[in-house]
């Protein structure tokens, strides 16, 4: 495996990419990336742009791979070390990796709700990969919200209010019924020690700085955000609520439409994501890790 790049190593923003081509997905986030092969790329210099990329579109797309699990830890490890995820068995000889699976019989997905992946740890990956093995013939998108866009939006009163708080985070699932009662649908995945979901919860800032770009983001999801430290359920309610619903206005989102082959990678940071669920009677099955336990700040 290569060794990580820090993100301090990217080239400056203002340098154009000369490794590979660049397709903006929308205004506000995402890109697709063409012209390189993941598996084979050892080139050091390529891989400082495609953090620069990274940094500044938050979410990469890298159409046409052709990936096994040991070439998806390959290219997460250039962006981070391994993480475990809590709830679900990784692959035997790659526990880093999951499947993500939704069978044509069942009609629950997996990350089916605006979230950023596993912000109720202490130190939250930075990164996650997701690669396509098999897609439905039309559906199945995932959709990206740039939370950089959504705090600069805020007006000036909000901003003030907001940069200080602390949002209590939880893995429960609180609001979408329970952990246990969310992924017990799910059969075509080995879930485990859902009943420990409300013992795992953390302390964040519902406004992060980016380590890299020193942009700030909203920090704050419907799925793991409980309340805010100091407040009441009762008393945070409202402020969340205004939060989470600004963050997801069409104009700060970009749509990812996925193939076999398809690798994203995507900066949890400064985006949420949310499957959509509109696929039924066909299955899907993907690959995720995430990389780069961070400490939001």
Not at 82 to 96: D, K, L, N, R
Not at 135 to 163: C, I, N, Q, R, W
Not at 189 to 213: C, F, N, Y
Request: glycine share 8%; net charge negative; charged share 20%.
């Amino acid at each position: 495996m290569g060794q990580p790049l820090t993100e301090a190593q990217a080239a400056p923003a203002s340098a154009p990419y000369k490794a590979f081509e660049v397709a903006p997905l929308a205004g506000a986030l995402g890109a697709e990336i063409s012209g390189v092969d993941l598996a084979t790329l050892r080139d050091d210099v390529v891989w400082k742009e495609i953090l620069r990329a990274f940094v500044e579109y938050s979410v990469l797309v890298f159409p046409g791979q052709k990936l096994e699990a040991a070439d998806i830890m390959a290219v997460g490890s250039r962006f981070g070390p391994p993480s475990y995820y809590p709830f679900v068995v990784g692959m035997p000889e790659f526990p880093y990796i999951f499947e993500i699976i939704k069978e044509a019989s069942e009609t629950r997905n997996f990350g089916g709700a605006w979230h950023s992946d596993s912000s109720y740890l202490p130190s939250p990956p930075l990164g996650t990969l997701l690669y396509a093995l098999e897609t439905p013939s039309h559906g199945g998108d995932t959709l990206f919200t740039s939370t950089y866009a959504a705090y600069d939006a805020l007006s000036e009163g909000m901003k003030k209010l907001v940069d200080p708080l602390v949002g209590v985070f939880s893995a429960e699932l609180k609001y979408g019924g329970g952990r246990t009662h969310m992924h017990k649908s799910i059969g075509a995945m080995e879930i485990h020690d859902t009943d420990k979901a409300a013992e795992i919860g953390a302390e964040h800032p519902l406004v992060r700085t980016h380590l890299v770009s020193g942009r700030k983001a909203l920090y704050l999801s419907r799925s793991h955000t409980v309340s805010i430290k100091g407040m009441s359920e009762e008393e945070s309610k409202p402020i969340l609520e205004y939060l989470i619903a600004h963050q997801v206005k069409p104009e700060f989102t970009c749509r990812v439409r996925w193939a076999p082959g398809t690798l994203t990678v995507w900066d949890n940071r400064c985006t949420q994501h949310n499957a959509v669920n509109d696929y039924h009677g066909q299955r899907r099955r993907m690959r995720r890790l995430t990389v780069g336990a961070q400490r939001p700040g």
